[in-house]
């Protein structure tokens, strides 16, 4: 359970493609704090097996696509006690849900781009310490005729990390905010552990099949408290077309602002929807038979 874009086009060319999952979406790290159970880092991608990530509502539209989803910090630590990663513990009876907002607005035409804004409210009684938000995207630039023959760049005033090929293809994004680093690797060598939380401020040198990331600090997140950023991206047949393209998203996603939080405030947007409470239920025992 999570959010992963499947495949991107730009104009007939791939940009996404047959992507893993884990490495075309957000991921978030932080650490939990209590007396009870100390200081434990969490990290998570942006795809992590039910109960841990619960999904509360989905609505699809033409231009507007919105999912809620509930990260549980209880499971979590359940999974972690379960694996041996960390001693057991009293789990405390605490208010222990994240909620995720997701919000995809897609636009076609003249300066194609896709903005998602993803609003992360701390619900649970925990404080998140030294949270970072990180986007990931291993780009297909021509799908399977050039998966691995990429090359990577990161502009630093417009803030955009991207890859492109010989054949002139580019893929690239930026966030709302501006991001704290960078990082393009092999897909392969590409690491987030509790020894490496901050990404490298490098290029891969070479070309090959690499993966492009941004990350975004944000310190502590106390309870009842939101962290909202966007997510940009788009293609070009140019570098100088890629950055329009983006550029505009960026000014456009900058417009939906109210509108996602008039959305994520509201009644309906907050409320658990009955189908998805038996498919959480069923695919968390799915998961638990599967260890």
Not at 208 to 213: H, N
Request: net charge negative.
């Amino acid at each position: 359970m999570g959010f992963s874009i499947k495949e991107i086009t730009f104009k007939e060319h791939h940009l996404l493609f047959l992507t893993e999952q884990e490495l075309a979406g957000p991921w978030f790290s932080f650490k939990l704090k209590s007396k009870t159970i100390g200081t434990i880092p969490v990290i998570l991608k942006n795809i992590e097996p039910t109960p841990i990530y619960k999904l509360v509502n989905s609505r699809r539209g033409t231009k507007i696509d919105r999912i809620t989803l509930d990260f549980d910090i209880r499971e979590y630590l359940k999974r972690l006690i379960k694996s041996n990663e960390i001693q057991q513990i009293k789990l405390e009876e605490k208010k222990s849900l994240i909620r995720l907002y997701i919000d995809i607005f897609i636009h076609r035409g003249q300066n194609p781009s896709m903005n998602t804004f993803f609003t992360l409210k701390n619900i649970s009684e925990f404080d998140l310490i030294d949270f970072s938000m990180y986007f990931v995207f291993d780009f297909d630039i021509n799908g399977l005729e050039g998966f691995d023959n990429d090359l990577s760049g990161y502009d630093q005033e417009n803030d955009i990390i991207y890859q492109y090929d010989e054949s002139g293809v580019y893929a690239g994004f930026t966030t709302l905010s501006k991001s704290t680093n960078y990082e393009s690797s092999l897909t392969k060598e590409f690491k987030l552990n509790n020894k490496k939380l901050d990404l490298s401020n490098s290029l891969y040198e070479g070309t090959g099949e690499i993966l492009s990331a941004l990350q975004i600090e944000f310190k502590t997140l106390e309870p009842n408290q939101s962290f909202q950023t966007g997510l940009v991206i788009s293609g070009g047949l140019s570098k100088e077309e890629l950055f329009e393209n983006i550029n505009n998203g960026k000014k456009n996603a900058i417009k939906y602002l109210s509108q996602v939080n008039r959305s994520i405030k509201s009644e309906q947007r907050n409320m658990q929807e009955e189908v998805f409470i038996k498919l959480n239920i069923q695919e968390g025992i799915d998961c638990n038979d599967n260890k």
